[in-house]
């Protein structure tokens, strides 16, 4: 069997990470139909340079990837010969709990570094659903992903304070620091943040922690309309209460708006019947056990986890949290128009609001996302496609319209990756 592409073999790669860790693809290394010919998994920082050196030099086109969990995201990649997989660089580098910071490499599990962080009683603030999936740090970065918890803790974006990256000639870049006052600068960390892979292989990270919190409560409200979901979001987000989450759960079944409070047990306390005083004009109110709390979420933006359908289409729709009921409206009506059954859940007092649509053919599902994508950048917002069959991803940009931005994104990839061998088409505009 050839064991080359292009001018690389196996055994090139072997050299670099040892012969255990270079294999042949298989096909479920694949992203969306695209079969790479080789996967790598490096031990360190140095072994990825001298992966990313190789390719420059070679002409391979690569994909960083940790655990896989958004694979699904953005477009089909033009070509692919090389998956570079982080998942051997899983340790904490350093943690500091007088500063409440932390260091570690980008093959990580997320739910690991908590449980570490757990043993000093502190926390990274992120609780992307793709967590529970086996989500690595570095991936988590790289797709820029959240949950419910970014109502009071921010982004990644917002979380991270110091980077290690590989370009794509092999160049070891650093940024940041290991204290907060540190970050001066040019901001990588930043700018690679949401990147998807598209400007370098990201090695390890830096992060400042919070304590974690002494006493939870979780309040919820039944919700009977649209109307209402939107009204009881606003009463929450314009009063003096510092919820850690405002999220809406919304289907046949049950429609829910659940308010999480975090922090000591006085305040946690005093908030939660602040809260359920101010929801009690829009439904039936009840603050949530632990086990209900538990079950309820943070759930799994629908389309998302490995029980998802594989012919539904996933999409994100970001506007402000006041549309909360255009929103609502505008994806039930889209929905039924084209005769798809639609799932939704959201941030709601961040203005993300997640949707998966099925039961439709490939024409019906192509025109609800683009309905919703005229009705909401018309109107400053996005929608974004996370996930969808590879026939609806041909004939959908999955990130949407780019504008004047394109321009500034394609400048910065030509700086970073000139010949275009990372992550080549998956990103905004194709780049």
């Given amino acids: 069997m050839d064991t080359s592409t292009k001018n690389v073999s196996l055994e090139d790669l072997q050299k670099i990470v040892g012969e255990e860790h270079a294999r042949e693809a298989a096909e479920e290394d694949a992203v969306d139909g695209v079969a790479p010919s080789f996967v790598a998994e490096p031990g360190s920082t140095e072994e990825i340079s001298e992966l990313m050196k190789l390719a420059g030099e070679q002409g391979l086109t690569a994909a960083p990837r940790g655990s896989g969990t958004k694979t699904p995201l953005g477009n089909p990649p033009r070509e692919l010969d090389l998956i570079l997989s982080t998942t051997r660089m899983n340790e904490v580098i350093e943690h500091t709990p007088g500063d409440q910071v932390v260091r570690v490499q980008a093959g990580l599990k997320l739910e690991d570094l ?4 757990a043993g000093a009683d502190q926390m990274l603030g992120i609780d992307p659903p793709e967590a529970r999936a086996g989500a690595t740090v570095g991936g988590i970065v790289a797709a820029n992903s959240s949950g419910p918890r970014r109502y009071s803790y921010g982004t990644i974006r917002d979380l991270i304070i110091g ?21 001066a600068g040019y901001d990588l960390s930043k700018l690679f943040t949401g990147s998807l892979g598209t400007l370098g292989v990201i090695a390890t990270c830096n992060f400042r922690l919070h304590p974690r919190p002494e006493a939870a409560r979780t309040v919820a409200v039944e ?38 409070i975090e922090g000591i ?29 538990e079950h309820l979420g943070p759930l799994d933006p629908p389309g998302s986890g490995a029980d998802g359908d594989d012919e539904e289409v996933a999409i994100k729709i ?40 099925s039961g439709g053919d490939e024409e019906a599902l192509v025109q609800v996302v683009e309905e919703l994508r005229e009705i909401w950048v018309r ?9 969808a069959p590879l026939g609806v991803k041909q004939r959908l940009e ?18 970073f990756d000139p010949g275009g061998n990372l992550n080549p088409g998956r990103f905004v505009g194709g780049i």
């Fill in 318 to 357: 970001a506007a402000p949290p006041a549309e909360l009921t255009g929103v609502l409206d505008s994806t039930l009506g889209a929905a039924e128009r084209r005769g798809v059954s639609p799932s939704i859940t959201g941030h709601a007092g961040i203005g993300v609001t997640y949707a998966a649509f």
């Fill in 163 to 183: 980077i290690t990256v590989v370009l794509p000639d092999g160049t070891v870049a650093k940024a940041g620091g290991k204290v907060v006052k540190n970050v």
């Fill in 379 to 387: 109107r400053g917002g996005s929608v974004v496609v996370r996930k």
């Fill in 265 to 293: 047990p006085p305040g946690v306390e005093a908030q939660a019947e602040t809260a359920s005083y101010l929801l009690k004009g829009f439904g039936e109110v009840r603050t949530l056990s632990d086990e209900e709390a």
């Fill in 223 to 260: 919700l009977d309309s649209t109307l209402s979901a939107g009204q009881a979001a606003q009463a929450i987000t314009g009063a003096q209460l510092v919820p850690s989450a405002l999220e809406l759960h919304w289907s046949e079944d049950q429609k829910l708006l659940t308010i999480l």
């Fill in 114 to 117: 908590q449980e570490q962080l």
């Fill in 398 to 415: 999955a990130w949407g319209p780019a504008g004047d931005y394109l321009g500034l994104l394609r400048r910065v990839k030509d700086k």
